[in-house]
């Protein structure tokens, strides 16, 4: 998406939290799209590690975790051709983050219930 639809869109988001919680900062924007980065990848972390466990019965796997950290490098490779925008490796860090956090979530759930239920993960 071009920097200035990306930047309307987060623009909005920005407003409406300035009005919900009465903030007057300038950088809000800048913590807005940075939570958004953490967050969509945290639930792409959430959604590949519950493949993961109806598969191969454990919430990690070499194959995610090379997923995960390659998916935000080609994002913002991507953003290199994009008008007005920038590919950054903090960023990158950033989503790898939000998809391990989304990762060990899981992960932590799922322990706690195949204890209780006597679920064994699957040898391979």
């Known amino acids: 998406m071009p920097a200035d639809l990306s930047a309307n869109e987060s623009g909005i988001i920005t407003e409406i939290i300035k009005k919900l919680f009465h903030i007057s ?34 919430p ?38 939000g998809f391990l956090t989304g990762t060990i979530f899981l992960s932590v759930i799922f322990y706690i219930v195949s204890k209780n239920k006597g679920i064994k993960p699957k040898q391979i």
């Open 25 to 58: 900062q300038d950088n809000t924007e800048h913590i807005v799209r940075k939570c958004a980065h953490f967050s969509e990848y945290f639930i792409l972390g959430t959604l590949i590690s519950a493949d993961c466990i109806l598969y191969i019965r454990r």
């Open 60 to 97: 990690v796997s070499l194959f995610s975790l090379f997923a995960g950290l390659l998916t935000p490098q080609i994002d913002e490779s991507i953003q290199l051709f994009s008008p007005g925008r920038s590919g950054e490796l903090f960023d990158v860090w950033l989503d790898f983050t």
